[in-house]
C-alpha cells in the first residue's frame, strides 16, 4: 500500500512538473512568435525579448530535468509494487493451500471422531452398568484414563511393575473379575502379554 502510495503521488508529481514545462514552452513559443513577427522594433525591447526566450529556455530544460528525476523514482516505485504485489499473491496461494489443507483435515479428525464415538458406544453398551460406571469415575480421577493393559506385569496407567504379591493376586483371580492397579487404582486388562 505504501509503495501504491508512493507510485500515486509520483505520478501527480509527474504531472505537474510536466505542466510546468508546458507553461514555460508555451511562453518562449509566445516570444519567438512576438521577435519573428517585427512588430518590436525598440532595440532594448528586442533584448529584453531575447534576453527572457534564453532564460526560459534554461529554466525549460531545468523543469524537464525535474521530470525525467521524477520518472526515474515513479519507475522504481512501480517496480517495488508490482514486486510486492507478487509477494502478496504468492504468500495469498500459500495460505490458501494452508487453509485447503486445515479443513480437508478438519473433516478427517470430524470423521475420525464420528466413527470413534460410535464404536465407543458399542463396546459401552456392552460393558456392565457398574464397571462402567466405576470405569468413567476412575477416567474423571486419573486424567482421563480409566483402565490401562497390563503389559508384562507393568501398569501402563502409572507404568509400575506389579510386585510377586500382586502379580500372584492377579493370577489367582477369576478371569472375568475387575482389577485394580494398588498403584494408581486404575482398572488392569489383562491380555496375551501381561507376563502372567
Ligand atoms: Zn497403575
Redesign the pocket.
Known amino acids: 500500500m505504501a509503495a501504491q502510495t508512493e507510485e500515486s503521488d509520483c505520478a501527480r508529481e509527474q504531472t505537474k512538473a510536466e505542466q510546468d514545462v508546458d507553461q514555460v514552452r508555451q511562453r518562449a513559443a509566445r516570444d519567438q512568435q512576438r521577435l519573428d513577427s517585427g512588430a518590436i522594433t525598440s532595440p532594448k525591447d528586442l533584448e529584453n525579448l531575447q534576453h527572457e526566450i534564453t532564460s526560459l529556455a534554461k529554466r525549460q530544460g531545468n523543469l524537464e530535468d525535474v521530470v525525467l528525476e521524477i520518472m526515474e523514482r515513479r519507475e522504481s516505485a512501480q517496480e517495488r509494487v508490482s514486486e510486492l504485489t507478487e509477494r502478496v499473491s504468492s504468500v495469498q496461494s500459500k495460505i490458501d493451500s494452508a487453509t485447503e489443507r486445515r479443513t480437508a483435515a478438519y473433516q478427517e479428525l470430524d470423521g475420525e471422531a464420528a466413527a470413534v464415538t460410535k464404536e465407543r458406544e458399542v463396546v459401552a453398551g456392552s460393558v456392565p452398568a457398574d464397571l462402567l460406571k466405576l470405569y468413567e469415575k476412575l477416567r474423571e480421577q486419573q486424567g482421563g484414563v480409566g483402565a490401562?493393559r497390563l503389559y508384562q506385569r507393568r501398569?501402563e496407567?502409572?507404568q509400575?511393575e506389579l510386585n510377586i504379591t500382586e502379580v500372584n493376586e492377579v493370577k489367582a483371580a477369576a478371569r472375568d473379575a475387575v482389577l485394580r492397579?494398588e498403584?494408581?487404582r486404575?482398572i488392569l486388562v489383562r491380555t496375551s502379554e501381561s507376563g502372567l
Do not use: D, E, H, S
Open positions: 490401562a501398569c496407567g502409572c509400575l492397579c498403584n494408581c486404575r
